[in-house]
């Protein structure tokens, strides 16, 4: 069965510090991948999504970047944070239509 | 076009009763409708999907009711339960991305 994870599960980072955030997905093969943020009491907000190894599509211009350099690894990066990204970070999996989300993690940005 | 609308933003529904949440949406592209469920600090669960060759599908106390014509389809919960208590989300998808609703905060009072 496939399974997915998300580290770390919380954080706590000061405003222009870096990121990196990272998912990783088992008993899968090629899948498309996705990075979403939720603020609190809010709805999903696309990120990125990848069809591949080195494919990266960008939904909404931020001060993010996310990068696939495995097939089954997806990353999110900040080389600056800024207060406005804190939020709780979701990682999903899916094959054609239907996505799978990862545990999330926490992010505060002080 | 590629809004889905969601209501109601909040609903409490006394034990054994009916939760309905409604979704409603604009591109007629669109053919796969899945429903999420997400409890606190977790990420959202796959809870049930329809595609709109079917009007309705049922798992468990859950059921998807699907209107294509009027384009909008509901979540229906028999039975709710204080454990439903949770954020549910309505999504919609042509192919690998997913647009979602804005969330209905469900709680059941025991």
């Known amino acids: 069965s496939q399974t997915i994870h998300q580290w770390p599960a919380t954080l706590v980072q000061p405003v222009g510090s870096p990121l990196s955030l990272e998912c990783t997905v088992e008993g899968t093969s090629n899948p498309n991948l996705y990075w979403y943020r939720q603020a609190a009491g809010r709805g999903l907000q696309l990120l990125f999504y990848?069809?591949?190894?080195?494919?990266i599509s960008s939904e909404v211009p931020q001060n993010l970047s996310a990068s696939r350099p495995q097939d089954r690894q997806f990353i999110l990066s900040s080389k600056k944070l800024l207060l406005s990204d804190s939020g709780f970070y979701l990682c999903?999996?899916?094959?054609?239509?239907?996505?799978?989300f990862g545990p999330g993690t926490r992010l505060t940005v002080l | 076009q590629q809004q889905v609308k969601q209501s109601p933003q909040s609903l409490i529904v006394q034990k054994g009763g009916i939760s309905i949440i409604n979704c409603a949406y604009e591109n007629t592209a669109f053919d796969y409708f899945p429903w999420y469920q997400q409890f606190p600090g977790k990420g959202p669960a796959l809870l049930i999907a329809?595609?709109?060759?079917?009007s309705e599908k049922k798992e468990g106390r859950f059921t998807i009711s699907f209107n294509k014509s009027a384009k909008q389809f509901s979540l229906h919960i028999m039975d709710s339960q204080p454990g439903d208590s949770a954020t549910y989300f309505c999504a919609a998808s042509k192919g690998n991305k997913l647009v979602f609703g804005a969330g209905t905060i469900l709680r059941v009072k025991s």
């Open positions: 329809i595609r709109p060759d079917v």
């Open positions: 999903a999996w899916g094959l054609a239509d239907t996505q799978y």
């Open positions: 990848s069809v591949g190894i080195g494919q």
